[in-house]
């Protein structure tokens, strides 16, 4: 192996078969990089100053429409750009990620993900309160207001849809459990909701103060509800009986995976 080792001549002359650069130019050389550097530097690690836009303030949801009817044309389209906090924060922004098993009467089928949305709205012109719209089902009504301790559920009346009824559907509750009737469309169903202890851990996450919701209806479905009030719902089941039988069976399972809230 050869070394070969290459010198600076002041004069910058032809040395060893190799043209050198004379140390002046060196010199000057580092000056001016120096210089340069210094001045990169100066700009580069100037003080920056970020601006942060205050997001608008929740309006909080105090309404109780229970028992209220309304006629289908006096509930408009209506957009909404407001973030609602409540029992459920809502806003046109938010979303919850959910990993999905989906079974055909028990027998499993498939695992996929779907992102719940609220991006739709109506308002009851009577009252003035804002429904929400969800674009999948996890056991809350479909179109729904939330207050800050109750959901109510917004539906067709049967056989008669130019009224709309208000139902009251799961909400909080003094004590660590209640009992309650309740319904699936036309078909009643008897309610209970319990106070769970410890946290619930699942892929978004650890929670804690979480409550279970069930409804049932005995020979025909039967809903499983865990929810955290302020983030959504963690893990939704329903079951339900074939048309012709009277034996609920697995339908679906829903985990929450991830979420954002304004």
Request: glycine share 6%.
């Amino acid at each position: 192996m050869k070394t070969t080792f290459y010198f600076v001549s002041p004069s910058g002359k032809y040395q060893d078969g190799h043209w050198t650069i004379t140390l002046s130019k060196i010199i000057f050389s580092l000056i001016l990089g120096s210089i340069l550097f210094s001045a990169c530097r100066k700009e580069r690690f100037e003080p920056v100053v970020w601006v942060f836009a205050a997001k608008e303030a929740c309006e909080p949801q105090t309404g109780n429409p229970a028992g209220r009817s309304y006629s289908a044309d006096s509930v408009i389209a209506f957009s909404c750009d407001k973030t609602h906090c409540g029992l459920l924060p809502l806003n046109a922004k938010n979303y919850w990620v959910y990993e999905d098993s989906i079974f055909d009467y028990g027998v499993f089928k498939k695992v996929q993900m779907d992102t719940l949305r609220f991006t739709i709205n109506y308002r009851s012109i009577e009252d003035s309160l804002v429904w929400w719209k969800s674009n999948i089902s996890l056991g809350l009504p479909d179109i729904l207001y939330a207050n800050d301790s109750t959901f109510y559920g917004l539906n067709d009346r049967m056989y008669n849809p130019a009224i709309k009824d208000v139902k009251k559907d799961y909400g909080l509750f003094p004590g660590d459990s209640v009992k309650y009737l309740g319904s699936f469309e036309d078909n009643p169903a008897f309610g209970r909701s319990l106070k769970l202890t410890g946290n619930i851990i699942i892929p978004a996450g650890s929670f804690d103060e979480c409550i279970y919701f069930e409804k049932n209806a005995r020979n025909y479905r039967k809903d499983q509800i865990i929810y955290r009030p302020g983030i959504g719902v963690l893990k939704y089941t329903r079951e339900k009986a074939q048309m012709g039988t009277q034996q609920i069976k697995l339908q679906q399972i829903s985990t929450l995976v991830s979420y954002y809230i304004e």
